[in-house]
């Protein structure tokens, strides 16, 4: 015999309920945070590391680690969902907006367009609408929790596009190419959404 009080079975060890409305369809909430690559993580030098944003005439801007870290930096705490269906809430990051970055890059004469492909270290690309990188609604990010970006996470500097399907955060981010017409990117060659809006369910191409 236990002399434990009783508890109600189902109530020890259950989750807080995740708040209605917060969880996209088909979603679940994890308190983890997975990673999810696919390749290497690469090992990066931040002494020639460099950002860029390139128009589709070549021009470029270009920020080194010292002049990225010291653009005005915003602490953005988001829910993030995974097209494997785990959802994360109140990540807290640190970063820069892209926002911030294409004004600077079109300051400098880079030419802006309706599409950009975000390019990394490694080889992988996803591409967005610029629609879905400007308006406050992303960051290049390179800290996280706290602390710098852990390199599994994508660090040094990785996108963060929290409205859309994480696979859109491009990890070991080095620019973004701008585009006149939409140019599908790793994942989306293989079969997913072009643009990935989680409360769309948008996680194959041919998803409304
Ligand atoms: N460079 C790069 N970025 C990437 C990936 C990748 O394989 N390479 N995976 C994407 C996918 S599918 C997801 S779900 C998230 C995972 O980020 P995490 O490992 O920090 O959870 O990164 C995205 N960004
Ligand atoms: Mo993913």
């Known amino acids: 015999m236990s002399d434990r009080p009783f508890i109600a079975r189902g109530f020890v060890g259950r989750r807080p309920q995740t708040p209605p409305g917060r969880l996209p369809p088909g979603q679940y909430e994890t308190r983890d945070f997975p990673v999810l690559s696919a390749g290497p993580t690469p090992r990066v030098n931040l002494a020639t590391w460099d950002f860029t ?27 993030i969902h995974c097209v494997t269906k785990w959802s994360k809430f109140d990540t807290t990051w640190d970063g820069v907006s892209v926002d911030a970055l294409l004004d600077a890059a079109a300051a400098r004469g880079v030419a802006r367009a309706p599409y950009v492909v975000a390019f990394c270290d490694g080889g ?5 609408p610029l629609a879905d990188v400007t308006g406050g609604r992303a960051w290049v990010a390179f800290g ?11 660090g040094p500097v990785r996108l963060l596009v929290p409205h859309l399907y994480f696979w859109k955060s491009a990890k070991w981010v080095r620019g973004l190419t701008l585009h006149e017409k939409n140019v599908p990117g790793f994942w989306e060659e293989l079969g997913y959404h072009d643009r990935g809006d989680p409360w769309r369910e948008q996680r194959y191409q041919g998803d409304p």
């Open 124 to 128: 992988y690309t996803t591409n967005l």
């Open 144 to 154: 996280y929790a706290g602390a710098p970006l852990a390199p599994e996470h994508g």
């Open 53 to 79: 944003i390139r128009d589709a005439a070549g021009r470029a801007a270009r920020w080194s680690w010292d002049e990225l870290q010291a653009l005005p930096r915003e602490t953005p705490t988001v829910d």
